[in-house]
């Protein structure tokens, strides 16, 4: 469960901050040009990407207890276990959830963060041809 859902937060996170580089290239080398550093070009979208990718962990420990009881509570609750260490073992399993996604979109921008410019500082994400610049495949009419 640990790892399904820290490659899930991987995923959303390089999805998201490759979206929001490939769409504000502009005002990232606006900043490149006047000498900023190239981390603190891309500081907003990290944290962009950062927020996005954490929604699905935040949404389920949102409704965790009141509108679904997760799997370990409900197997120890009908084994007839304490409701206490019920609570517990699931509180600590969602928290390690939660903190494992949270570790991993943390370092994953922080290595993305860093390969998408050159040695040099250059931009290397760029937005790709739209459908209307890409060639289109002539078909002849047998007719």
Not at 19 to 48: C, F, M, N, R, W
Request: glycine share 6%.
């Amino acid at each position: 469960m640990l790892i399904a859902n820290a490659m899930n937060t991987n995923s959303l996170v390089m999805n998201r901050f490759r979206s929001e580089v490939e769409s504000h290239a502009g005002l990232i080398e606006t900043g490149l040009a006047l000498g900023a550093d190239s981390k603190q070009t891309v500081v907003p979208y990290v944290q962009a990407s950062l927020q996005a990718s954490l929604i699905p962990a935040i949404d389920s420990l949102r409704s965790l207890g009141i509108v679904w009881i997760p799997g370990l509570m409900a197997g120890m609750l009908l084994s007839e276990a304490s409701p206490i260490y019920a609570a517990i073992y699931q509180f600590v399993t969602i928290s390690m959830i939660f903190s494992s996604s949270d570790l991993t979109a943390l370092i994953c921008s922080l290595m993305i963060r860093s390969a998408a410019f050159s040695p040099a500082e250059q931009l290397t994400l760029r937005p790709g041809p739209g459908p209307a610049c890409r060639p289109q495949r002539l078909t002849l009419d047998p007719s």
